[in-house]
């Protein structure tokens, strides 16, 4: 049976991973380096079990030539972004012919 005690324990374990994370991932976008490393989706796992196809598509997209595939929130999206957009034209049309909703899109400039 849970308690009080090991659930307060659990969440100040999972909050120092989680700061420890956040700061990586500050010290990376400080000093222009790579955000890749410290990112990721902890809800994955658990989505992948109940839908494999996840797993799928994010390995195709990494195969294909993405920087990086990421689940989107609980699942409902798996996402990649890229500076070259010849790596995106050669993964859209993969997987929009294999039935899956494909959208491209572009990020804003600020004004």
Known sequence: ?????????????LDKEYYGKVKELEKALKNGDSI????GNSMEPAAISLLP?????????????APFALMSGSGSSIFTMS?????????????????YFVRHTKLLKKV
Do not use: S
């Not at 049976?1 to 374990?13: E, F, H, K, V």
């Not at 996840?54 to 195709?60: A, G, Q, T, Y």
């Open 1 to 13: 049976m849970w308690t009080i005690r090991t659930l307060t324990n659990l969440l100040n374990a």
């Open 83 to 99: 500076k070259d957009y010849e790596v995106i034209k050669n993964l859209y049309n993969p997987l929009n012919n294999e039935g």
């Open 36 to 39: 890749i490393p410290h990112i």
């Open 53 to 65: 196809d996840i797993l799928k598509v994010k390995e195709e997209l990494l195969e294909k030539g």
